[in-house]
């Protein structure tokens, strides 16, 4: 059974950096992009990152492009985002997320098939 659990998340003081996991207990991550989510309360999930299948491509949300860096060991079944310079904004429950086999990163969340539980970011000023 597919399964997916974030991890890493906790509270942290504003210039502080985090690395998020998201690893998959099922079967191999080889061929599907994965991206990651956040939802800050009262708003809307929002992508933020994405990366194919085999690392050779990534994708950013524009406010987050050269603080943010989505990374993979497939081996380990493992994505990562690895948050720099970190700022109250980024406050957050941040989700991976998987796309069906073979297809392309996309931002929106309903492009994605099987979601984590979710892990808290909390950046203090």
């Known amino acids: 059974q597919l399964q997916f659990v974030e991890s890493g998340g906790g509270l942290v003081q504003a210039g502080g950096s985090l690395r998020l996991s998201c690893a998959d207990s099922?079967?191999?991550?080889?061929?599907?992009?994965i991206g990651w989510f956040r939802q800050a309360p009262g708003k809307e999930r929002e992508g933020v990152s994405c990366?194919?299948?085999?690392?050779?491509?990534?994708n950013y949300l524009e406010s987050v492009k050269g603080r943010f860096t989505i990374s993979r060991d497939n081996a380990k079944k493992t994505v990562y985002l690895q948050i720099n310079s970190l700022v109250p904004e980024v406050t957050a429950v941040y989700y991976c997320?998987?796309?069906?086999?073979?297809?392309?990163?996309?931002?929106?969340?309903?492009?994605?098939?099987?979601w984590g539980q979710g892990t808290q970011v909390t950046v203090s000023s």
């Open positions: 099922g079967f191999t991550l080889d061929y599907y992009s």
């Open positions: 990366i194919s299948s085999r690392g050779d491509s990534t």
């Open positions: 997320a998987r796309r069906r086999a073979g297809r392309q990163c996309v931002s929106f969340p309903g492009g994605y098939e099987y």
